[in-house]
């Protein structure tokens, strides 16, 4: 489970060590603190793979200012007359409320300009150095998939399209669809989470992309190499590191003095890093994009650094989205450890989401709804203990992530797929995927055959319904997103995810 790994590498070194009083209890504790540097260094052995030195050594005081930044959201969102308030049909006005403001549709279906394109590939060179460094100014023109021939005369490609997600709506089979598809190409990393995961710079990701090339040679008028990762899509902290080399540059050294603050004063870890590391680390975070060029809030993102990777080429991207209390209920009893620590029950999920929920409600209350989401294990070390950092409920949130894509990749580069479409009529969906795709019209057998291929697997069968308390928290929590993204997607099928059974 790649989230289980990436929260390992990346937050897991965070956890504090506690008090104690007997010597077993000593001993235990010293093997604690062992372990512990044991994964301080592990941690930063995983961010010295991946971080660039930083050029900059100026200490320019940049206010983190939660509150005035989400002011200037809800008052964009007010000025904006595309809202339709007669969308956000929810039951609660706190509901209704969010609605609105989620509601205000800012991305545009538009290119971005020549000038803009050099911008974020600007700001890409400062955010992630490395990722730019592997990749050419301009591709092969005479090639359909993204090619060039790098200085010492090797051949490489970057993925002509993308399955982005999601995890438990649909993605994995529509990948193993594609598949089988006679010009889609897979090679080495084509499922390795290149964008959603610490640790792999793009010379990795180029070096397990080095079959594909060949065929592409081979067929340039047609061969297309697939990405099917499917944490490309929510870059929610754990996936969105990528964009974040500042917060970790500074958390890295802040977390390591806390730790030795420890062994001589017995300060606690999570004490020093209140006191010391979240708001520094956020605000160096801050800076960088600043020095970037870039709104950190909304433009320093993934989607960003694949823009500039892919200048004026841009990729296809592909969604399967799903409802997303299915999506987190399958999640829930798919992945043993949330099951295992609060039951393999529909209740056991109740209590799941009442805490998720409101650990994510005391979060906003803080630093507003759009930060919590995309930031917040990172925000405090309040929500870094929250287990497992709420990241399955961050995932369900499509429109908060999509707006963010079409501002650097246009929606006429998207295929976003209701997964209902993929279940009940694999057949016509794959062939608006191919028609998407631009690759051959594959004969009926092969239709065929991906049709059958990549059956879901289900994760809830025999289970109870899910509770009507979990429901009701999780459709109020969710309600202003599917609005959003009916909005951003034209589909008013996904609004109708607000019409939850009642029971
Ligand atoms: C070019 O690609 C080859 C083959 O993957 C690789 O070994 C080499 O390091 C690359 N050269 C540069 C300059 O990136
Ligand atoms: C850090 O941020 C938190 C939450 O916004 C705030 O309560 C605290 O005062 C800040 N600390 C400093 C030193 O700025
Ligand atoms: C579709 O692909 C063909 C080559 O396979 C290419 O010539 C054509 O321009 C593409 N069409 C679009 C709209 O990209």
Known sequence: MSTYVTHRRIIGAHKPPRASNTWTEKILSLLLVAALICLGVACVIALLQVLQPSDSATTLPVRLDPKASQQKTESAAAADTRVDPAAASSTSSAVMESAARAGAVTALDSEPSAEELARYRKAARVLDPEVMQHVPDTFDSGVKNPCWTNSSGAFRCLPYFYVTGMFHAGATSISEKLRLHPDVLTDACTGCQFWGEEGKPMSFYLEHMRE???????????????????S???????AGGKAHRGYAEAMRPCYQSCVEGFNVHKV???????AKCFNASLTAD??????AGVDWDTEAHNPLLVRAVYGDRPPKMILVARD??????SAYHGYPHYHGKYGKSSSGFTAYV???VGALRTCEADFGAARCALYFEALSHR??????????LMRGMYALFLEIWYRFIPASNWLIIHSDDLFSQPRETLARVVTFLNITRPDDATLDRMAAAGQ????????????????????????????KLAKLTGDARFEKWNEQPVQ
Not at 232 to 238: E, I, K
Not at 324 to 329: G, Q
Request: with cysteine; glycine share 2%.
């Open 354 to 356: 009442a805490e998720q």
């Open 232 to 238: 490309t899509f929510a870059f929610y902290w754990a």
């Open 324 to 329: 997303p209390i299915a999506r987190l209920y």
């Open 212 to 230: 594909a090339p060949n065929a592409i040679k081979q067929a340039p008028a047609t061969k297309v190499l697939m990405d099917s990762s499917a």
């Open 383 to 392: 929500e870094e203990m929250v287990y497992f950092h709420a990241d399955q």
């Open 268 to 274: 606690p870890v999570a004490d020093c890093m209140t």
């Open 456 to 483: 879901m697997k289900s994760f809830t069968a025999g289970q109870e319904p899910v509770e009507p308390r979990a429901r009701q928290l999780l459709a109020e929590l969710y309600a202003p997103y599917n609005s």
């Open 286 to 291: 801050v800076k960088r994009a600043t020095e």
